[in-house]
């Protein structure tokens, strides 16, 4: 009996000798089955794309000789297939969710499989982050920006809050630590704010939420201040002044 600490292709010589020291030796190929499921690092991250419609699916390639597919799959409730990938070398999808984006989470879990059919488990699934954006009851001038968390990652570093306004281009405003999952904006004007949110790990991973917009209620002034009007000496200029 011998115990193969390896699988795959043997080749195995049994030579046997009798009583009178004659030998007979006979060749043979052995293929010892792999009960091992395959070690793969699964997802690196799910996105949400700049179209702010379409979910990119990104994961780490397997690097062992004993490859045969990846296995990506939805989770939701339970484990639905998606696609089959016998290329190593792909490793990611896209998929396209339109404004079903704004209102749910979409999650995402790979298996891999090795020469010997044999699947490793769905490890951690990774879900995308949705932004909503929000006016606090009877709060004039401010907004609240909230999202879901990034499931997935293990090392979630911190939170960036992109900002827009009345349509021009985003700009990075906020930092927000890993453990937070709102912040205000306040003293608005009666203008349009949107906002997206990029989690980020610390291998430098990035996963964008939707984008998120909003109107704050706005609450003009209800009475002007006191104006104090005084000419200078030579009568040709006013010096003008009012309270605080």
Known sequence: RWAYPLPYDKQIRLTVTDSMGCKATRFRTLHI?????????????????????????????????????YHLYQDSTKYYF???????????????????????N????????????????????????????????????????KWTPYNGWLNLQH???????????????????????????????????CYYVVGVNAYGARSRSNEACGIPWYQPPLAGVPVQVAPVDDSRW?????EP
Request: glycine share 6%; aromatic share 16%; net charge positive.
């Open 33 to 69: 089955h792999d009960t091992l499921p395959p070690v793969h690092q699964g997802l690196s991250h799910v996105t949400l794309m700049p179209d702010n419609r379409t979910i990119g699916v990104y994961w780490y390639r397997y690097q062992p000789e004993d490859f045969l597919a």
């Open 82 to 104: 998606l696609k089959r990938y016998r290329n190593a070398l792909d490793t990611m999808y896209f998929t396209r969710r339109g404004d079903s984006v704004d209102t749910r």
């Open 106 to 145: 979409f999650c995402f879990a790979i298996r891999t499989e090795d020469t010997c059919n044999i699947l490793n488990g769905y490890g951690i699934s990774h879900c995308t982050i949705v932004a909503n954006v929000e006016k606090p009851a009877g709060v004039p001038f401010m907004l609240r920006v």
């Open 159 to 193: 939170y960036e809050v992109f900002r827009s306004l009345s349509g021009g281009p985003f700009q990075r405003w906020r930092i927000i630590k890993p453990w937070e999952l709102e912040m205000y904006d306040s003293f608005l004007c009666e203008k349009e704010y």
């Open 238 to 242: 006013a010096r003008v002044k009012w």
